[in-house]
């Protein structure tokens, strides 16, 4: 089993639906960290949280600490936001475990 | 403030040769990160290092790969003797003096060994 879970592995949503990526871990924590990997293969943070919700622009992340899960919404899901999604939950030794990452795929 | 930088973006290697992966952090950054993404793989931590010092290693192959980031210039990733198995993405993040910070990628570099 892998310490880092991510559901669904493929997604597809037509513009403008909610979209929901689960991430769920089993190791201690000292933050959790989401990440969009755009079709090029390029990376960028989104969020690094340790506790309770963030938000930017069209995307919120949220975890709760004692139920080790984490999620990830995009509101009013637009093309542009297809991508995988990749949940890593950095470790007490400042190491990022890496979930294998949710295909998003938004249709106009 | 300039990304972090890797270079080059693509390299292709015959199987026996050395490989050799560079990676600036962004400006201020004393923390650099080296993750592995196989083909149809996740991201997979390789090795942690500060300015002159290996923190972490324990994602690196015993052999063959060493990593260094040396007090002046970028860090690097070497790979000797690369064999097929070695063709990956090479991705370098790094993080300002504090920890647990966002770390900033790189945009890779795709290894191709034929």
């Known amino acids: 089993k892998n310490e880092v879970e991510q559901s669904p592995q493929n997604l597809t949503a037509q513009e403008g639906e909610f979209i929901t990526i689960n991430c769920s871990y089993s190791?201690?924590?000292?933050?959790l960290h989401w990440l969009q990997q755009h079709p090029g293969g390029g990376i960028v943070s989104l969020f690094m949280l340790s506790s309770g919700k963030k938000k930017h622009g069209r995307l919120i992340a949220t975890i709760n600490i004692q139920e080790k899960h984490s999620s990830l919404h995009i509101t009013a899901s637009h093309p542009r936001d297809s991508a995988v999604y990749i949940c890593?939950?950095?470790?007490?030794?400042?190491?990022?475990?890496f979930g294998t990452g949710t295909r998003l795929q938004v249709f106009p | 403030n300039a990304g972090v930088m890797q270079n080059p973006r693509h390299l292709v290697r015959r199987r026996g040769q050395e490989a050799r992966l560079r990676c600036s952090p962004m400006?201020?950054?004393?923390?650099v990160y080296w993750y592995r993404q196989l083909p149809e793989e996740g991201l997979k931590f390789m090795v942690y290092?500060?300015?002159?010092?290996?923190?972490?290693e324990s994602g690196m192959p015993k052999e063959r790969f060493s990593a260094e980031f040396p007090k002046e210039g970028p860090s690097i990733l070497r790979i000797q003797q690369v064999v097929r198995g070695d063709s990956a993405a090479y991705f370098c993040?790094?993080?300002?003096?504090?920890?647990?910070?966002?770390?900033?990628f790189g945009a890779g570099t795709r290894l191709s060994v034929l």
């Open positions: 400006k201020g950054h004393s923390h």
């Open positions: 290092l500060q300015k002159e010092n290996i923190i972490d």
């Open positions: 190791v201690g924590i000292s933050a």
């Open positions: 890593a939950a950095e470790d007490n030794t400042d190491k990022l475990i």
């Open positions: 993040a790094s993080s300002p003096l504090v920890s647990k910070n966002i770390q900033y």
